[in-house]
């Protein structure tokens, strides 16, 4: 780092200090709630829902209706009330062992922030179909795009799953897609088709997360913003983990007996 940058750094923290500057907005004391040029308590609650605030927050930006209920029903579809699956059973554990619901959900949700599901793998799946988009539109065909994908990487982000083959929440997101009345973009498409071939020449399908940030790619939204957006989407199956345990007896969720645990260290031996 050069003089000339540390000098701008100082004259950063300077400016800055002892005071908070907020592009989104705040509270005005007996004035009103201001968020984002909106009145929050006139012009957004009872008026709004509250994916329509949370997409606001995010992005600067209030989407229609339609928008924010297609967004909504992708957090039902990432959101089982299954303790197998790891984000929900740090849930499980923590009611299991009388936390509170916000220290177990916050687990939860923490233990999503992963590489391989929930909101981690969302801009690797967004740059794939990013790039896959202009490429197409180049004149590469779907094999081309696909081949050249698995020769730097064993798999195409996107289209694979931890554990089972297929996505049955991409059947749902395009019915509830269809529903709302949304026309397919060109991103979309696109990732449909990669899906057919996958289908046919690898045995792989496409996900979820692929599915989603197809269309939110044509719908506008940046890597940044879907991350953001979709940093609780687990959120409601981690609290009915919790909820079912913290319910039972404490200790009851997947105890262990010492024996259970195959131990293969140093024996047993005298302290000094």
């Known amino acids: 780092m050069s003089s000339n940058d540390v ?4 004259n950063l923290w300077d400016r800055n200090r002892n005071r908070i500057s907020s592009n989104k907005g705040g509270w005005r004391i007996g004035e009103a709630v201001y968020n984002q040029g909106y009145s929050q308590l006139e012009d957004l609650v009872g008026h709004t829902s509250y994916f329509q605030v949370m997409l606001l927050n995010v992005t600067g930006r209030l989407p229609d209706i339609r928008l924010a209920k297609w967004l909504e029903n992708t957090f039902s579809c990432a959101s089982w009330p299954d303790s197998r699956i790891w984000c929900n059973q740090m849930g499980a554990l923590a009611g299991s062992s009388k936390s509170t619901a916000v220290a177990g959900t916050v687990a939860g949700v923490l233990a999503s922030d992963s590489v391989i599901y929930g909101p981690g793998v969302m801009d690797h799946c967004m740059e794939f179909i990013g790039n896959a988009l202009k490429e197409y539109k180049n004149g590469k065909t779907v094999q081309q ?3 050249e994908q698995f020769g730097r990487k064993s798999s195409v982000p996107g289209y694979a799953r931890p554990i089972a083959k297929g996505d049955e929440r991409v059947v749902a997101m395009q019915r509830v897609s269809s529903d709302l009345e949304f026309v397919v973009g060109e991103h979309e498409a696109l990732a449909m088709k990669i899906n057919e071939y996958l289908s046919e020449n690898h045995d792989e399908c496409i996900n979820v997360g692929g599915y989603m940030v197809a269309f ?10 879907v991350k953001r957006m979709t940093t609780l989407i687990v959120v409601a199956g981690v609290q009915a983990c919790h909820a079912e345990t913290y319910d039972k007896p404490a200790g009851t969720y997947l105890p262990m007996r010492c024996d259970d645990i195959n131990y293969v260290g140093v024996e047993d031996r005298d302290l000094p």
């Open 145 to 147: 795009i696909v081949d």
């Open 7 to 10: 000098l701008d750094v100082d």
């Open 216 to 225: 939110l790619s044509d719908h506008g939204f940046s890597a940044t913003e």
